[in-house]
Nanobody, 125 residues
Framework: QVQLVESGGGLVQPGGSLRLSCAAS????????AAWFRQAPGKEREFVAV????????AYADSVKGRFTISRDNAKNTVSLQMKSLKPEDTAVYYC??????????????????WGQGTQVVVPS
């Protein structure tokens, strides 16, 4: 079955950096768009970033543009999220997601059917 396993979360001071990774299995990862979403306490899950299956196109939420970078390694079936200049409002559980339709995520900012279990990122105020 499809499995997405996130790692790399933790506690980081404001202005710091963190790199999240997601390992995918059970699907032809190189044919899927991959994305990151996040959910802060008391809020709905929101789109963070998406990358095309080829790695040739990316899109970001305005709130993270210029600070976060999404990348992928199709040979290793992984997608990563490099986060810099972290702010307290970045505190959330971050989820990995995949979909065979890149535009659906990019345009609708809604995730595909497969989700990881999430990894917690805490940036104290």
């Amino acid at each position: 079955q499809v499995q997405l396993v996130e790692s790399g979360g933790g506690l980081v001071q404001p202005g710091g950096s963190l790199r999240l990774s997601c390992a995918a299995s059970g699907l032809p990862f190189s044919m899927y768009a991959a994305a990151w979403f996040r959910q802060a306490p008391g809020k709905e899950r929101e789109f963070v970033a998406v990358i095309h299956w080829s790695g040739g196109s990316t899109a970001y939420a305005d709130s993270v543009k210029g600070r976060f970078t999404i990348s992928r390694d199709n040979a290793k079936n992984t997608v990563s999220l490099q986060m810099k200049s972290l702010k307290p409002e970045d505190t959330a559980v971050y989820y990995c997601n995949v979909d065979n339709n890149y535009l659906r995520i990019e345009m609708n900012r809604v995730g595909g059917p497969y989700w990881g279990q999430g990894t917690q990122v805490v940036v104290p105020s």
